[in-house]
């Protein structure tokens, strides 16, 4: 049942459970290859290579047979419109031809995948990203959890500080330090569902609400955070977008308290080429990034400023290179260099945001109409090519309310419907990604099907 949501006023509820088991025997029946696959993987953990994967709304995941810039062909067959895009790692559509070209040439033409070498891949990838976010100095990782961790890592060095501080119901990958919440009685707590942690997430880590600048003053006057790492919009638990003048003030309060700001932009890079750094002018210390800049091959990244770079490179006492907890052995590999270099330089272009974004407009623009000519309390957010559809009007301001206003079975309704007619979305929330392949008829059939299956649950 939903928590609060505004779709709990105008929902029939019997109805609602009657379509979504309609729906997903429909898919049962439409996905036979897919359901023996899910069967047959016993000696896997979840039966899937990765837990996460049974996030669906229909019962089972159907298993990809192939994939090309927005679209993707099933086991059994079917082709979907594919607006997950990965949660964001296709965000340069599906196998883009210059990140394979790149990729073949090193593993088939060149050789060396795992050489704990650097290639001249690298410097040009690192410069481009400086040029899109700002800061000069990068570091390559595996994934975006990997950077975060690095990061703050680091900042707890060179500040001596113990404490990381991070959004309410933000999302971080799985950082330790992220897993934590504020509670109902406005006290901080882990966050439901953290699964082994290795202490106490209260002791290690600060919370305030996003958009919350009182908030974050009180915490950051205790004179312990190293860092807050934030994502410029909360994007995991729906997208939750600052409002006028708080990221702003974020920065001001960080520099008043000698707190670092990390910007995690591997969701909020949809904002346009240099991401929400560039798009609303940011001015952080640190960016963290993954999934999308490697055009669906394994990266992450970490930019630092000048001064910070500095900083930390004169630290005698800091072991940089073998065993201060700070690399990986197949970071910064041949491969994801490649992939990393021509990505930024051919496939997520300045051209194609424009065009991603104006598509990704044309996506919320029109979802808002279907919204309104049923008189829905829902409403519509946007970064730049990553849409998604709310069901609470005005949309949520903060983390903690955005997963109060959640309706998991009218999002598993509305995915399993759409699904069975060709369109893929996030499983996890309504949201929508554009990539340079994405079509306004690709966004035209997701709203004749949204459109339908309203109807169909409005009566």
Known sequence: ??????????????????????????????????????????????????????????????????????????????????????????????????????????????????????????????????????????????????????????????????????????????????????????????RDGNVGAPGDVTLTSRVAEFNDLDGLARELAHGDVAAVLMEPALTNIGIVLPEPGYLAGVRALTLRHGTYLVNDETHTFSAGPGGATAAWDLAPDVVTIGKAIGGGIPVGAYGLSAELAAALLSRADLDLIDMGGVGGTLAGNPVSMAATRATLEEVLTDAAFATMIETGAAFADGVQKIIEGHALPWSVSRIGARVEYRFASPAPRTGTESAARADADLEDFLHTYLLNRGVLLTPFHNMALMCPDTTLDDVARHHEIFAAALAELLG
């Not at 995941?61 to 062909?73: F, K, M």
């Not at 650097?118 to 410097?123: C, F, K, N, V």
């Open 1 to 190: 049942m939903p928590t609060g949501s505004g779709a709990d006023d105008v929902i029939d509820r019997d109805r609602l459970r009657a379509l979504t088991v309609r729906e997903r025997a429909a898919f049962a029946e439409r996905n036979p290859r897919s359901a023996a696959a899910y069967a047959r993987a016993g000696n896997l953990f979840g039966r899937v290579p990765m837990t996460w994967m049974n996030k669906n709304a229909a019962g089972y995941p159907v298993y990809v047979d192939r994939a090309r810039g927005a679209r993707l062909t099933d086991i059994d067959g079917h082709e979907y419109i594919d607006f997950c895009l990965g949660d964001t790692a296709a965000m340069a559509g599906h196998s883009p031809a210059p990140v394979i070209a790149a990729v073949t040439r090193r593993l088939g033409d060149l050789g060396g995948a795992g050489t704990m070498l650097p290639t001249e891949d690298a410097a040009p990838a690192g410069a481009e990203l400086s040029r899109r976010f700002g800061v000069p100095a990068w570091s390559f990782t595996l994934t975006a959890t990997d950077a975060n961790r690095w990061a703050i890592r680091l900042l707890r060095a060179v500040t001596g500080r113990p404490r990381i501080l991070v959004n309410s119901y933000c999302y971080h990958g799985s950082v330790d330090e992220s897993l934590i919440v504020v509670g109902a009685d406005g006290r901080p707590r882990s």
